[in-house]
Structure formats: structure tokens, C-alpha cells
């Protein structure tokens, strides 16, 4: 189960807005070991494309660098579908690499509805978890 703080999820909901029609992504920071997720880091589509993203790779190493740094892990990934539902294409499920992670995503494709989902993705088996918003 994700259990997250409300302004966290609103954060992430209104970085997959602003950035529309391209998809956003980013990581929620937490301390190592604790599944907490705390420091919210919005990240730059490096595709800049409605239908894929990418870490720009400077970007990715300058992040585990200051993770590393702060005794923090990616508790969460995030990324939003723009068009599609919120749930992991095979795209995604490839680039999922942290099996600790909660992987969210969030659909912008109808802006008064929010759909926002977490999964835990592991050797490719795409498992939907519960989210405990945290107010």
C-alpha cells in the first residue's frame, strides 16, 4: 500500500497538468528504509512527447547523487498518460527498475477527473496497490 501525504499527491497531479499535453514525470524522495515518501522532485521530460518520457540521464545522476548524499531512495516514480488510462504500458513496465518503488501515474486525458494509481512493478508482473491519501 502507498500511503501519502495529500499535498504530495496534489503536487504531482498539478505537475501532470502544467506540463499537458506532454507527459511529466518526477520522484517522491524518502529516508533509506523507511517506504515514507517526503521530498518532492519534479523532473523534466527529456522526450517532451504526449506519449513517452525519459529522465534526461544528467539529470537522473544528479539525483541519485544527492539521494545518495541525503540517505534518501526513490520511494516514488511518477509519470502521467495524457491520452490513456493511468496504468503502466509496456514502455514503462521496461523502464521499471527500482522494485522498492511505488510507480504512479496519473491520466490528464479528462482535465475535471483526477486518476491517480500506484503499482508496483517487479521483474515485469505489474501488481496495482491501494493509496492511502494521507490528510
Known amino acids: 500500500m502507498l500511503r501519502i501525504r495529500r499535498e504530495l ?3 504531482i497531479v498539478a505537475h501532470a497538468r502544467r506540463d499537458h499535453p506532454d507527459e511529466a514525470c518526477g ?4 529516508p ?6 517526503e521530498r518532492f522532485i519534479p523532473m523534466l521530460n527529456a522526450a517532451r512527447s504526449p506519449t513517452f518520457y525519459e529522465f534526461d540521464s544528467g539529470d537522473l545522476l544528479k539525483l541519485y547523487r544527492e539521494m545518495d ?6 520511494v ?3 509519470h502521467s498518460h495524457t491520452a490513456t488510462e493511468a496504468y503502466p504500458s509496456r514502455t514503462d513496465v521496461s523502464y521499471a527498475s527500482e522494485p ?12 475535471e477527473k ?5 503499482f508496483r512493478i517487479v521483474d515485469g508482473v505489474i501488481t496495482e496497490e491501494p493509496v492511502e491519501i494521507l490528510e
Open 69 to 74: 548524499a541525503n540517505d534518501e531512495v526513490p
Open 100 to 111: 522498492d518503488a511505488h510507480y504512479v501515474l496519473v491520466s490528464t486525458r479528462e482535465p
Open 32 to 37: 533509506e528504509g523507511s517506504d515514507r515518501p
Open 114 to 118: 483526477q486518476e491517480f494509481r500506484s
Open 9 to 11: 499527491v496534489d503536487e
Open 76 to 78: 516514488v516514480i511518477y
Open 27 to 30: 520522484v517522491i524522495a524518502g
